[in-house]
């Protein structure tokens, strides 16, 4: 069993590595600006930050999903189990073991839950018996669903909607799940349920998990290994147990000082800001 906050029990083979990435929107909006990060085999990698820090952005570039947005790697380069896959048909990753979860819970809205589940088993070729089983896993993982899974997917609750974005996903068998703000709009019990189902996916399973959020305090909690983007660079990365106890980020990204906890706009200060950046 995975510690989620001890990368030693982390299996050492690099799946997925970006080195020096950047990323330009419109032929002239610089988003990315030499973003590097590596994503072991069985790891729970969290990329943090705020809103436009460029995590989106990173998913994208990974999954080949930014032409569609106008966006376009112009720099750097993207391996998947040491093969260059800048470029790749987003449809190729698929089959590869790599899939995105999007932001925002997309699903189809006028199929029922479970028609949204069998969706993402499309791409297999390994016959009825084995999507049933893989049915069955997800519907365990997500038992809400299963009592839902008849209804049609725009009638639910937002936190079943990203209950089956996440289900969905799993039907491909992946061996990486690229998961974008898992935690927007959700109650903080909710978000909790989510990332142990997260932790459990990771452990029983074996996925791999590069997952983008701005809720820093829940993701270093289930994560092994962060990231820290601002305005499209990477500002800090380590271990999560160590990165919560350091004090720029508690200060900066939880908001609690050697003083105690502060306000928001004490905590991004210019100065402190100017030294991140440096």
Same mark, same amino acid.
């Given at each position: 069993?995975?510690?989620?906050?001890?990368?030693? !029990?982390?299996?050492?083979?690099?799946?997925?590595? /970006?080195?020096?990435i950047?990323?330009?929107?419109?032929?002239?909006?610089?988003?990315?600006?030499?973003? +590097?990060?590596?994503v072991?085999?069985?790891?729970?990698?969290? *990329?943090?930050?705020? &809103?436009?820090?460029?995590?989106?952005?990173?998913?994208?570039? /990974?999954? &080949?999903?930014?032409?569609s947005?106008?966006g376009?790697?112009?720099?750097?380069?993207?391996?998947?189990?040491?093969?260059?896959?800048?470029? +790749?048909?987003?449809? !190729?990753?698929?089959?590869?073991?790599? /899939?995105?979860?999007m #932001?925002?819970?997309?699903?189809?809205?006028?199929?029922? %839950?479970?028609?949204?589940?069998?969706?993402?088993?499309?791409?297999?070729t !390994?016959?009825?018996?084995?999507?049933?089983?893989?049915?069955?896993?997800?519907?365990?993982?997500?038992?809400?669903?299963?009592?839902?899974?008849?209804?049609?997917?725009?009638?639910?609750?937002?936190?079943?909607?990203?209950?089956?974005?996440?289900?969905?996903?799993?039907?491909?068998r992946? #061996?990486?799940?690229? *998961?974008? #703000?898992?935690?927007?709009?959700?109650?903080?019990q909710?978000?909790?349920?989510?990332?142990?189902?997260?932790? +459990?996916?990771?452990?029983?399973?074996? %996925?791999?998990?590069?997952?983008?959020?701005?809720?820093?305090?829940?993701?270093?909690?289930?994560?092994?290994?962060?990231?820290?983007?601002?305005?499209?660079?990477?500002?800090?990365?380590?271990?999560?147990?160590?990165?919560?106890?350091?004090?720029?980020?508690?200060?900066?990204?939880?908001?609690? +000082?050697? #003083?105690?906890?502060?306000?928001?706009?004490?905590?991004?200060?210019?100065?402190?800001?100017?030294?991140?950046?440096?």
């Amino acid at each position: 069993m995975l510690d989620a906050a001890n990368t030693t !029990d982390v299996q050492t083979e690099t799946l997925l590595e /970006i080195n020096n990435i950047e990323v330009i929107y419109n032929h002239v909006i610089l988003v990315l600006k030499g973003v +590097s990060l590596t994503v072991p085999k069985g790891g729970i990698i969290a *990329l943090l930050g705020g &809103n436009g820090a460029g995590k989106t952005t990173t998913l994208k570039a /990974i999954s &080949n999903l930014l032409l569609s947005e106008r966006g376009e790697v112009t720099k750097g380069s993207i391996k998947y189990r040491g093969q260059n896959v800048h470029g +790749s048909d987003p449809a !190729d990753l698929v089959r590869q073991g790599v /899939i995105q979860v999007m #932001e925002g819970r997309h699903c189809f809205e006028h199929l029922t %839950v479970e028609e949204n589940l069998l969706t993402g088993a499309y791409t297999r070729t !390994d016959g009825k018996a084995n999507v049933a089983a893989d049915l069955e896993m997800v519907y365990n993982y997500f038992p809400r669903l299963k009592d839902r899974r008849k209804s049609q997917a725009g009638y639910t609750s937002g936190g079943e909607q990203q209950m089956v974005a996440m289900g969905r996903a799993l039907m491909s068998r992946p #061996e990486t799940v690229l *998961l974008d #703000e898992p935690s927007m709009g959700l109650a903080p019990q909710l978000v909790e349920q989510i990332f142990e189902i997260v932790k +459990s996916i990771n452990e029983q399973e074996g %996925v791999t998990f590069l997952l983008a959020e701005q809720n820093t305090n829940m993701a270093l909690k289930y994560a092994h290994y962060g990231y820290i983007l601002e305005s499209g660079r990477v500002v800090m990365d380590g271990p999560a147990d160590e990165l919560r106890e350091n004090p720029d980020v508690k200060e900066f990204y939880l908001g609690i +000082s050697e #003083e105690g906890r502060k306000s928001f706009r004490d905590v991004r200060s210019y100065r402190r800001r100017k030294r991140w950046l440096s």
